[in-house]
């Protein structure tokens, strides 16, 4: 097995299957698991592994200068509500958490990552081995969707790069050109629900990345369950931005899609 590298594994269907291909290309995977982020499954899939609280990063720079690792990346989700949990982080990283002007997901993980760059780490970027995973444009599904539904994905797209670009969040609901739900802090399954609650049936959900989109930090990401989501809240389809939204599970996701005579789109920021 050849160099070691650094995992910081959140949640995600996918991470398992990544750590397996940077196990195949000859890697060996120091996996540091988040307590409530991770899957179980994650620990047989590592060389090496140790779990800790999201804001345990002192644990985390001893675990991985211990085993000799020098490159760093993060694969999967990070619950965004996690910065506000003041039991989970350690002394030292509480204190770099309070610096931090804005208290997003996003602006604490770029202090976490400019930290572990100061302790001699590179935080890698996870999009070369992902790339696989992003689309080109065009309708996934045999169901091509209605002039209406198309005009309400094109307007999401624009809402939701908007929304991504304040760090508001990268999903949106739309109903007859209508923004019903702009995703939170709850996450995408959430804000689905909550603007299905609120348009009722014949909605849909658009997906999009920044305009300048770190992929160290943000993996814009959709999949399988956000189709089982959207169709069990009322939604009738997806959009999701073409090479910018990693969607995972897909031939599943269409499939039930499919089935249901939903439309997943994949369309370019125009």
């Known amino acids: 097995m050849g160099r070691g590298i650094g995992i910081i594994a959140g949640s995600g269907t996918f991470v398992a299957g990544a750590i397996s291909e940077l196990r195949r290309r000859g890697r060996r995977c120091i996996v540091l698991g988040i307590r409530g982020e991770s899957s179980p499954g994650i620990r047989a899939a590592a060389d090496a592994f140790l779990s800790v609280k999201p804001g345990e990063l002192v644990r985390a720079v001893a675990f991985f200068k211990g085993q000799r690792v020098s490159e760093i990346l993060l694969l999967g989700k990070v619950r965004p509500g996690v910065v506000f949990q003041r039991a989970d982080f350690d002394a030292q990283t509480w204190r770099r958490v309070e610096g931090v002007k804005k208290r997003s997901a996003t602006g604490i993980l770029k202090a976490a990552f400019a930290f572990l760059e100061v302790q001699g780490f590179k935080v890698l970027s996870p999009g070369p081995l992902l790339a696989?995973?992003?689309c080109k444009p065009g309708v996934l599904t045999r169901a091509t969707p209605p002039r209406a539904v198309l005009e309400?994905?094109?307007?999401?797209?624009?809402v939701a790069r908007q929304a991504a670009d304040l760090?508001?969040?990268q999903t949106v609901v739309i109903k007859?050109?209508?923004?019903?739900?702009?995703?939170?802090?709850?996450?995408?399954?959430?804000a689905i629900?909550?603007?299905?609650?609120l348009a009722g049936p014949g909605f849909v959900v658009v997906k999009?990345?920044?305009?300048?989109?770190?992929?160290r930090i943000d993996v814009p990401a959709a999949g399988l369950d956000t189709?089982?989501?959207?169709?069990?809240a009322g939604g009738v389809a997806l959009g999701i931005e073409a090479?910018?939204?990693?969607?995972?599970?897909?031939?599943?996701?269409?499939s039930l899609a499919d089935s249901q005579g939903a439309s997943i789109v994949v369309r370019a920021m125009g």
Request: net charge positive.
């Open 132 to 134: 696989p995973y992003f």
């Open 152 to 158: 309400d994905i094109a307007i999401g797209l624009k």
């Open 167 to 169: 760090d508001i969040g």
């Open 176 to 190: 007859n050109g209508a923004v019903v739900a702009v995703e939170g802090m709850e996450g995408t399954d959430r």
């Open 193 to 197: 629900r909550r603007g299905g609650r």
């Open 208 to 215: 999009a990345g920044r305009t300048s989109q770190d992929m």
């Open 227 to 232: 189709v089982k989501t959207l169709l069990q």
């Open 243 to 254: 090479r910018r939204v990693a969607f995972f599970q897909k031939r599943e996701a269409i």
